[in-house]
């Protein structure tokens, strides 16, 4: 129900906040460009198949990996019919010129991953600490204000940062100081320490993930001219949304598959799979350009032809 209601305010926020008057698209709308209904259909259904296929893995090996088999295939399908819905001069969901920049590509990486942590370590620890120590929702709320707290400090100082500092520093510095804090999490696989232990490493991951989620976002539009700012946002909105259904599905279904008969083990392999993409959007940060100069915001990328940006 929790998530149910994150989601709706998810969606519910930009609805309200588009409806605002005063904001201007510098694009004008072609009214002749028809949405592209099959594209929409097709990533849907690819990544929904994707997803169920890795919830049941712990049910069944077979038809998790038909599920998951057919979504790829369905990607696949999709990936096809956008290109050559473009080469016959048509306006595609999604351009597939939108993946031919490297830094882009890697700054997706990166904001996959941090959403995968996000929501990966929020539900398999608010899990644990009530289905097997017994905590209630608001218990288990109060001790995760410590990574409410290390989100909000280090997103209110973003901007002053990322006017210092490389956006590539920034979001390698995330990664270490998030993955930090799943090692400590991890250590609280032995023994049973009181809940408030848990407190440190929520506090790092959410003084890592407040410190490399604006400058993230900030790599991959600023990759792009004004012209491809809202396809390449609603790529990167895209891209973050996959990361937390992933993020849920892979680490949860770990967690739940043994929570009951070995509750310790279980927490600490899917703990394990948080700290594996977290590794992961390390290593993508570290791949980044060391050109990118502090202060890189969207628009400075010039504004020729996705097909030819690359």
Do not use: C, H
């Not at 997706?108 to 120590?133: E, P």
């Not at 032995?190 to 490399?212: K, N």
């Not at 394990?272 to 980044?288: E, F, K, N, P």
């Amino acid at each position: 129900m929790i998530s149910a209601a994150g989601g709706v305010g998810a969606a519910a926020g930009p609805l309200i906040g588009g409806l605002s008057r005063a904001v201007r698209d510098p694009v004008e709308p072609d009214p002749t460009s028809r949405f592209d209904i099959a594209g929409a259909v097709l990533s849907a259904v690819g990544l929904v198949l994707t997803v169920m296929g890795i919830m049941a893995l712990d049910n069944s090996m077979r038809l998790a990996f038909l599920l998951v088999g057919a979504g790829g295939l369905v990607m696949v399908w999709f990936f096809v019919a956008i290109r050559a819905k473009e080469r016959r001069g048509q306006e595609p969901l999604l351009s597939p010129g939108l993946f031919r920049i490297r830094t882009s590509n890697l700054g997706l990486v990166t904001q996959n991953t941090q959403w995968f942590i996000l929501m990966g370590t929020s539900f398999v620890v608010s899990a644990y600490l009530q289905v097997v120590r017994g905590y209630n929702a608001i218990e288990t709320g109060i001790i995760f204000t410590a990574a409410t707290l290390g989100l909000l400090s280090t997103s209110l100082v973003a901007e002053r940062l990322a006017q210092r500092r490389r956006q590539r520093t920034l979001v390698i510095g995330g990664f270490v100081v998030t993955v930090a804090g799943i090692a400590l999490l991890l250590v609280l696989v032995t023994g049973t320490p009181s809940a408030w232990a848990f407190a440190p490493g929520l506090l790092l991951i959410g003084l890592g993930l407040g410190l490399m989620l604006t400058p993230s976002v900030n790599v991959v539009q600023s990759s792009f001219g004004e012209k491809s700012q809202g396809e390449i946002s609603g790529l990167s909105r895209s891209v973050s949304n996959l990361g937390s259904s992933l993020g849920t599905a892979i680490a949860g279904t770990i967690l739940v598959a043994g929570i009951t008969a070995t509750p310790e083990r279980a927490y600490g392999l899917a703990m394990v799979a948080v700290s594996v993409a977290g590794l992961v959007g390390l290593v993508a940060a570290v791949l980044l350009p060391r050109s990118m100069a502090p202060g890189a915001m969207p628009g400075l990328a010039s504004d020729t032809p996705l097909s030819e940006e690359a």
